[in-house]
């Protein structure tokens, strides 16, 4: 049987019954959609990812780019593949009928995008950052510059990036040091380079267009200096498509995600680069910040689909490949079993199930309140939608990244010898995953965004919002028997999450900012678990009232290993989170 | 700064300070030796590794082997690389002198080995290989079989290699299908397909000797009518090298290790392999577990040395790298720090720099439990170290393999984007470590042989004894300040393994052997992790009584990341090792 790449069912399952999708279409920008478009949407995405994508995956990982003459040459496949998205309007989904979009919910919009990662996320990444980057221009840019780059990138005929980290300058946006300078027409000319752009050259797009971060002569120091420019590959001058000196300078290889090549990017060399400035001058990342926080989205949606592909490589394999007997079987001549009659190979399913729809509740959980806080009538609704956003998102990007990598070396575990070889996907998928831990913001960065920026920044508010969200469906699954014993977990951990909190809170106002943070990825670990933990109890509260049948039975199994597995190392975490002075706090490097 | 790969201080200081290797040469067996003569012989591998086996290891990576024309073309460096260590002994260096051996114990075998493997892992396996295939001769062939096979094999001008897997027995030896018909003149021949033959073929050694599994015609089913032979590439007859119907038929496309070609291998397509038996019929199994034990000794040093080079480059990064700013500091006017000063990649190289020498304390305690099993002229010695021996063997094999991949992941980390890259080591050593959970046995497999054959099937003599080692090291460290906090903690963790063994113990003797076995899994990561707090406690110890250095200051600091972070596990761990039903455990196929 062919790999689903994302279980249909399940993905349904999670939109309608747990999430509620269709009440969207009850906000005014979703009324001309229904469930059935939504239905017809993701079915369509799911024959494209299957069909077309998917096959690709392993010859882009065998051909990888090539960067020869100063072009980079990307796979041949690509055109066709990527020509499909554009024709299907991927590009533009969850953007307003006006621009050329289809105004879909982000949820829908997010689940599709589940599909394509899952096919090839290399390739479809050309449409998630072009829509991505178009969007930028659409939120901040001029009439001119909606007009003459948002409208073809949209349209698909233009793919774009994001054009922020430096060789000298990763994580540290701080110290961007590509300079723009005004040419008194409007325009700025830009010298610098940017390292790490992903799709920052193809040989199939008629023109790139860079969305970059940039210091305008003269603008102070640190992020309070940057600015976000357009940078085209060609400029559009006369009507006419002229190069605009962005050279790609370098290929770095990856360990995967082939399909994709990321450069060096050289802006100005012959000083001929005209960049055209996005919103207001020194107020680039602010801006920036729109398309950081869907990529970050976006790279937890990859990790999820990801992880999903290889869990069904691995369920396949196991059900298919006889080896050894029951442990009370001594005889040999009697047949080999498959696998998946061994309990460790059962641990290594379950847990990557749980893994999988676990992190796929959450991101589209994060997708359904950013549709509330984009779209409801409800101001009240709308910012609380907004927060709980906020707070999730460092979660959402780094834990199926994380968790998924977990899972995706237990595909490879699973398979035994065959699947550290290329014969069979896991090992690429492995190889693929580990990006996700490390592009847009590591988990470090993420970890302390949630803890300092968006937990102790916000004085606490976002995370009370979440812990009430969450006693109202341990409230719920309280009243069930099948799912008591699970509530009353979450109820412990959360209380134990909140001492802990207000412990950190009480460091960090003392004036030990180091100590408050000093465990702030392990916090992050906490903080995942802890929220995958509620969104499995919501599953399965709601598999509990269903009629018993084995889709409702491996819910409920796959919660029951989440609360038996994973939320128990809570209490564990809380206690190492809470170390003020860990054993690397104070080491002297020296002793490393 | 060159990357060390294995660090020469801190393996002086686990031979001698720790492990006091220098009394093994009061042992007869090895008295020709001293301390001088093994600190030789260890700066000398050292310098090998570095200077020559290191800078092959990406080029073999970026050259992988091709099969072609019925040969596998292996890397050109490989005859000189493969040559230099031959030339040093390495082959046969823990091997008496009377069969061309050096005698050395394999405590500093292993450390060599540990440089080697560090260098390039798939180089230097030609060597262990044939070692470990000669060493079957040697303890089970004819004399005949040593002269003409053995012999060669011990002198580096041929390698060897360990058949055993077939397409449909990868695990199940007991499915062993390989047949071996008598030809009435003493040998045999064979007729079958054996996979994942790592060196089965070679483009530069003079012979190629399988130590293979086979099944004499009419031998019982199962592993008793699994019997070892030694089935040459090239046979011996009359005083010349024939070709003996050994034919490569398939190359696996590996992760990494490509300097080693992983080949499917017929033997008697046309009816002319001939096979030697080694040892008794139907005592193959027995016989080779000898080397498969030490193979799995090998695969966890080759663990701990992949996961050593890569947190030495992960050190270098973090020490140069300049990124970002204090917590505290907001002003982007002030030069960037390097990335140690970093809570987060602090917490990180601790962690890789705690697993990778907590693994090589492990490797080498049990080289040196081998080398009083083999060379104590006290029988009850013997006796107990071998108990140790067998019973670490499992933890030894699969903790550093899964522990060491754990490290390697945050080395990519520790490099952010780049550690995605070809650019830089990390991704490499990340893809490499991954075999190590896989061959030799899974982690799945070793889990079972701990609980089930090592633990349970010796009536809990052997985890007695491991007890005893342990108090009274923690009765030691009770008594210094330093160490009396983390003596008291292993104590405990000792004492709730202890009652979890009693509880799993009785539930397998009342009948319920899955129910006993279901979470074996977990069982060795709770055993590993507190087998390997004991190896850190000894070592805090020692480093406790020091002057004060940062030498021995990082010592205890990765003994308190140890206790402070890992040991604390061990109570959870029991937890839910102790379920006798998890989740997965009846969980119908089609819930999955």
Known sequence: MANPLIDDRTLDFLLYDVLDTEALVRFPRFEMHNKESFTLALRTVAKLARESLFPTLRKMDQEPPVLKDGRVHTHPDLPRVVGQMVEQGYVAMAR???????????TIASAIGAYLDAGNVGAACYVGLSGGAAHLIESFGSDELKKTYMQPMYEGRWTGTMALTEPHAGSSLADVRTKATPTGKGDYLVQGEKVFISGGDNSFSENIVHLTLARIDGAPAGTKGVSLFVIPKRRVEGGKLVDNDCKPSGLFHKMGWKGLPSIALKFGEDNACHGYLVGKANEGLRCMFQMMNGARLNVGMAAAANASVAYHEALAYAQNRPQGRAMTNRDASTPQVPIIEHMDV????LAQKAIVEGCLALLLTCARYSDVADASPDEEARAKAQKLLDLLTPIAKSFPAEKGFEANALAVQVHGG???TAEYLPELLLREQKLNTLHEGTTGIQSLDLLGRKIFGDMGLSIGLLGEEMRQDIAQAEKLPRTKKHAGALGEALDGWT??????GTRAQSGDVDGALATSVWHLELASTIVVAWLWLRMAHIAAK?????????KLRAADYWFETELPRAAELCRRVEMPTPAYRSMPIDAF
């Open 499 to 504: 001492v802990l909190l207000a412990t950190l």
């Open 418 to 420: 065959y699947g550290y």
């Open 546 to 554: 269903k009629p018993s049948s084995p889709f409702y039975e491996g």
């Open 96 to 106: 307003p009928i006006e621009v050329g979009g289809m105004q879909m919910p982000l």
């Open 346 to 349: 059962r641990r290594m399913l």
